[in-house]
């Protein structure tokens, strides 16, 4: 073995996680905007005619597609697909770490100043039912209530369990997981949004 080339190869590997390049990968922007000399974060809800998850409220963002020069790149223009944002007109402040949900789906966070007027006026009516914000300092001072749901694996029936010691009765270990919630003025951000959400106002408060 070329001890040497191992190294090399090695190091050029910049992989996050196991199955990253595989996965489906999408990015996401958080919008922060200053309206009325108050920084607040943009929320859109999904559009009631949406095939997948109609309703639901959501960061700007989606599928990283393969012409994307980089997750960065499809955040901004997702961003403008959906709220009609020109790119060129938003900062990033910085990027958030992955959220991986599995090994299969991972999503990539950033974090853009954009102008409030631009938001409010150019969404589009085909992808979002409406836009609206909740203001910084309100996500700093109320804590998300956190609510946990029991994930049990499940194998498929062609599984092969006599590969493995103890067949079918393998111990799998169950998991638990947290699904939080904030709730502001009759909007109800949860799911993945959320999850993103609290990691961003945790590293605001230190807690990173």
């Not at 996050?16 to 974060?41: D, K």
């Not at 990027?95 to 409010?120: M, N, R, T, W």
């Not at 010691?165 to 393998?170: A, S, V």
């Amino acid at each position: 073995m070329d001890i040497d080339g191992l190294e090399r190869r090695l190091a050029a590997n910049d992989a996050l996680f196991i199955g990253e390049e595989t996965a489906f990968r999408a990015a996401v922007l958080i919008p922060l905007v200053e309206h009325e000399g108050e920084w607040h974060v943009v929320f859109e809800v999904r559009a009631f005619s949406m095939r997948k998850q109609p309703g639901d409220i959501s960061f700007p963002g989606g599928r990283i597609d393969p012409e994307d020069a980089s997750p960065m790149a499809a955040a901004l223009r997702e961003t403008h697909e959906e709220l009609g944002i020109d790119p060129e007109t938003v900062r990033i402040a910085g990027k958030l770490s992955p959220y991986i949900a599995s090994p299969s789906f991972v999503v990539y966070p950033f974090v853009g100043i954009c102008d409030y007027h631009e938001i409010a006026h150019s969404y589009n009516r085909a992808e979002v039912e409406e836009v609206f914000a909740i203001p910084l300092d309100w996500l700093l001072a109320h804590e998300p209530v956190l609510h946990k749901v029991p994930v049990q694996p499940a194998p498929l029936p062609d599984f092969p369990f006599d590969k493995i010691y103890n067949g079918k009765k393998y111990k799998r270990a169950n998991r638990m997981q947290e699904e939080w919630f904030f709730d502001y003025e009759g909007y109800t951000v949860w799911g993945l949004t959320a999850r993103i959400l609290k990691h961003f106002i945790d590293i605001l408060k230190g807690r990173g």
